[in-house]
């Protein structure tokens, strides 16, 4: 099972993705949480800090994957329960590496996503929705959403459910004949 969840900023997409991880996992299976951000600054800390503290007892095994998400997929086993939080923060990994800037990164991306679905695992991947304002940005910035945008797209495709949260409430635009009691 594929789900997708999408939402903006502090839409309670993360949350529900442990949930609907936690509901998925089965008993002789791991449940991971495959944490891609890589801290910046005092905020990036802080927000790492509360995930983990909103993780603490739910019985997740951490792997650190801020990159070559493909790489995941060899550390994990038929049955196995993931949740990927999150695809934005993972095309911020793969954009910016120190000094440079890489375009085009949304194929590499969804492929690595894509490998890693072959598994015939639960797979919940929260991802963000950055495109509901009507500022101009720079060229960077909006190649950074045009990439995440693409992504966002061809996990759509992919996935047995699609959720959007929106003030933590949730809309099912796909697959809501699975879901049953998961929300």
């Given at each position: 099972m594929?789900?997708?969840?999408?939402?903006?900023?502090?839409?309670?997409?993360?949350?529900?993705?442990?949930?609907?991880?936690?509901?998925?996992?089965?008993?002789?299976?791991?449940?991971?949480?495959?944490?891609?951000?890589?801290p910046y600054d005092k905020e990036d800390i802080k927000r790492i800090n509360n995930h983990l503290i909103e993780r603490d007892g739910w019985g997740?095994?951490?792997?650190?994957?801020?990159?070559?998400?493909?790489?995941?997929?060899?550390?994990?086993?038929?049955?196995?329960?993931?949740?990927?939080?999150?695809v934005t923060s993972i095309v911020t990994n793969e954009m910016f590496i120190e000094e440079q800037f890489i375009m085009n990164v949304s194929e590499k991306i969804f492929d690595g996503i894509k490998k890693l679905s072959s598994k015939d695992i639960n797979l919940v991947i929260v991802t963000d929705y950055l495109f509901s304002d009507s500022?101009?940005?720079?060229?960077?910035?909006?190649?950074?959403?045009?990439?995440?945008?693409?992504?966002?797209?061809?996990?759509?495709?992919?996935?047995?459910?699609?959720?959007?949260?929106?003030?933590?409430?949730?809309?099912?635009?796909?697959?809501?004949?699975?879901v049953g009691d998961l929300i």
């Open positions: 594929i789900i997708l969840v999408v939402g903006g900023s502090k839409s309670g997409k993360s949350m529900l993705g442990q949930r609907l991880a936690k509901k998925l996992e089965s008993k002789d299976s791991n449940l991971y949480y495959i944490a891609t951000m890589k997740f095994k951490t792997i650190e994957q801020g990159r070559n998400i493909e790489e995941v997929a060899a550390k994990v086993k038929k049955g196995d329960t993931l949740l990927l939080d999150s500022i101009l940005y720079d060229d960077y910035t909006e190649a950074f959403r045009r990439e995440i945008g693409k992504i966002n797209i061809n996990l759509a495709k992919i996935s047995d459910i699609v959720i959007e949260c929106c003030f933590n409430n949730n809309i099912i635009h796909k697959g809501k004949r699975y």
